[in-house]
């Protein structure tokens, strides 16, 4: 694969990485071992026996309409034990987020940067001020509820989120705090707890606050089932709310918001929920596994996280772009490099956790990083070493 194709392909999405479909179709017959840090997926969901019973329903699924939206999240809500009054589904979490903006959004909305970027592309992308908070790197990214709610008062912010865990860092707030956060801003309009990586926090049984978020008039919780299910793909998102703020927004929904393929997924889950527990269980081992080897490069820093990613900052010898590129063409692995996000440089890089055979293929490959031409010797990581612990909870 040519260099000159991969900075080709980088410009391109300079907004987000390329996606794993047009890199292949790039890279040719070479793309058969290639191998995705880029997007955090859950490799070990769904298990081979539910892609088996995908692949035998899968004219069924791909020739006849999906069941409208209530059906579906009438089936979701038993398997989450929540009313369905509460809950609304979309075709991805980002849908969501542009309909919160466009409904519940009326002038200025508080986000704490680096974070997800829809957060703060789309308000701006409709006119509403956007007030960043900005998460230090001397503090690893750690959000400090007080300091937080101070500044949403302070700018008179109407509406703010917290993602958490927080991406790109992986870093989590203990549910004690995010419910503090929450009745700190009791007055606001809106409070959002974007919860797309909830699932593979290790550090406290129960992470999530959305039971709490349908007794209050102003919270709501965002999920991604797609990152939590491996199933970027599907395009499956959903929200919980007291009933009011879900009628809102599932008002706004098209009807047939949703595909058949989302809808066989969610109508699997209940039979299948032991097998995705312990595909979470297996998920936390490589995030372990993954750190320990990364922290054994001492000039790299190696953020504690507690979602299916690692935040990593570079030497300041090498350029993420650069590096990305050097990766994908040299050893097929696609990856990820933060300097489009609000809050970070081409320093850093996000790697989503693999299993160890392909993490051995990013280590060779940061093992052969003076090939770039950046140093005259293998380059030598810097770690928080004294992080492991809380990275594994």
Same mark, same amino acid.
């Given at each position: 694969?040519?260099?000159? *194709?991969?900075?080709?392909?980088?410009?391109?999405?300079?907004?987000?990485?390329?996606?794993?479909?047009? *890199?292949?179709?790039?890279?040719?017959?070479?793309?058969?071992?290639?191998?995705?840090?880029? &997007?955090?997926?859950?490799?070990?969901?769904?298990?081979?026996?539910?892609?088996?019973?995908?692949?035998?329903? /899968?004219?069924? &699924?791909?020739?006849?309409?999906?069941?409208?939206?209530?059906?579906?999240?009438?089936?979701?809500?038993?398997?989450?034990?929540?009313?369905?009054?509460?809950?609304?589904?979309?075709?991805?979490?980002?849908?969501?987020?542009?309909?919160?903006?466009?409904?519940?959004?009326?002038?200025?909305?508080?986000?704490?940067?680096?974070?997800?970027?829809?957060?703060?592309?789309?308000?701006?992308?409709?006119?509403?001020?956007?007030?960043?908070?900005? /998460?230090?790197?001397?503090?690893?990214?750690?959000?400090?509820?007080?300091?937080?709610?101070?500044?949403?008062?302070?700018?008179?912010?109407?509406?703010?989120?917290?993602?958490?865990? $927080?991406?790109?860092?992986?870093?989590?707030?203990?549910?004690?705090? *995010?419910?503090?956060?929450?009745?700190?801003?009791?007055?606001?309009?809106?409070?959002?707890?974007?919860?797309?990586?909830?699932?593979?926090?290790?550090?406290?049984? $129960?992470?999530?606050?959305?039971?709490?978020?349908?007794?209050?008039? $102003?919270?709501?919780?965002?999920?991604?089932?797609?990152?939590? #299910?491996?199933?970027?793909?599907?395009? #499956?998102?959903?929200?919980?709310?007291?009933?009011?703020?879900?009628?809102?927004?599932?008002?706004?929904?098209?009807?047939?918001?949703?595909?058949?393929?989302?809808?066989?997924?969610? #109508?699997?889950?209940?039979?299948?929920?032991?097998?995705?527990?312990?595909?979470?269980?297996?998920?936390?081992?490589?995030?372990?596994?993954?750190?320990?080897?990364?922290?054994?490069?001492? @000039?790299?820093?190696?953020?504690?996280?507690?979602?299916?990613?690692?935040? *990593?900052?570079?030497?300041?010898?090498?350029?993420?772009?650069?590096?990305?590129?050097?990766?994908?063409?040299?050893?097929?692995? /696609?990856?990820?490099?933060?300097?489009?996000?609000?809050?970070?440089?081409?320093?850093?890089?996000?790697?989503?956790?693999?299993?160890?055979?392909?993490?051995?293929?990013?280590?060779?490959?940061?093992?052969?990083?003076?090939?770039?031409?950046?140093?005259?010797?293998?380059?030598? /990581?810097?770690?928080?070493?004294?992080?492991? @612990?809380?990275?594994?909870?």
């Amino acid at each position: 694969m040519r260099h000159g *194709v991969t900075n080709t392909l980088f410009k391109q999405h300079a907004a987000h990485s390329p996606s794993f479909f047009s *890199v292949a179709r790039a890279m040719g017959p070479q793309a058969k071992d290639l191998a995705d840090f880029c &997007i955090p997926c859950n490799p070990y969901f769904p298990t081979e026996e539910m892609f088996g019973l995908l692949e035998q329903n /899968l004219r069924t &699924i791909l020739k006849f309409y999906p069941s409208d939206g209530s059906a579906i999240t009438h089936q979701l809500a038993g398997v989450l034990r929540l009313n369905p009054q509460t809950i609304s589904l979309a075709n991805g979490s980002t849908e969501l987020i542009t309909w919160i903006d466009r409904l519940l959004v009326d002038s200025s909305i508080a986000v704490p940067i680096p974070t997800f970027g829809r957060w703060t592309d789309q308000p701006m992308e409709t006119g509403k001020r956007v007030d960043m908070f900005l /998460l230090k790197e001397a503090n690893n990214f750690e959000l400090r509820v007080d300091e937080y709610v101070e500044f949403i008062k302070r700018r008179g912010s109407r509406v703010a989120v917290l993602c958490n865990p $927080n991406n790109p860092d992986g870093g989590y707030l203990p549910r004690r705090e *995010v419910i503090r956060f929450m009745d700190e801003l009791c007055d606001l309009d809106l409070v959002v707890i974007d919860e797309s990586f909830v699932d593979f926090v290790e550090a406290e049984l $129960n992470p999530s606050v959305a039971q709490e978020a349908v007794v209050r008039p $102003n919270v709501i919780v965002l999920k991604s089932l797609g990152k939590n #299910f491996g199933l970027h793909g599907i395009r #499956f998102g959903y929200q919980v709310a007291n009933p009011a703020l879900t009628r809102k927004i599932s008002g706004a929904l098209p009807k047939w918001n949703l595909n058949s393929l989302a809808e066989a997924v969610i #109508f699997m889950l209940a039979e299948h929920r032991a097998e995705y527990e312990e595909s979470l269980k297996l998920l936390a081992l490589d995030r372990f596994m993954m750190h320990s080897q990364l922290i054994r490069f001492p @000039e790299l820093t190696v953020y504690p996280s507690q979602a299916n990613f690692l935040l *990593v900052k570079l030497p300041a010898t090498l350029d993420g772009a650069e590096f990305c590129s050097y990766l994908l063409e040299e050893h097929h692995l /696609l990856t990820r490099q933060c300097g489009n996000k609000i809050g970070l440089t081409s320093q850093f890089m996000r790697f989503g956790v693999r299993p160890d055979t392909e993490v051995e293929r990013l280590v060779a490959g940061l093992r052969g990083v003076d090939r770039l031409g950046q140093s005259a010797a293998p380059v030598e /990581l810097r770690s928080h070493a004294h992080e492991v @612990e809380r990275s594994t909870g």
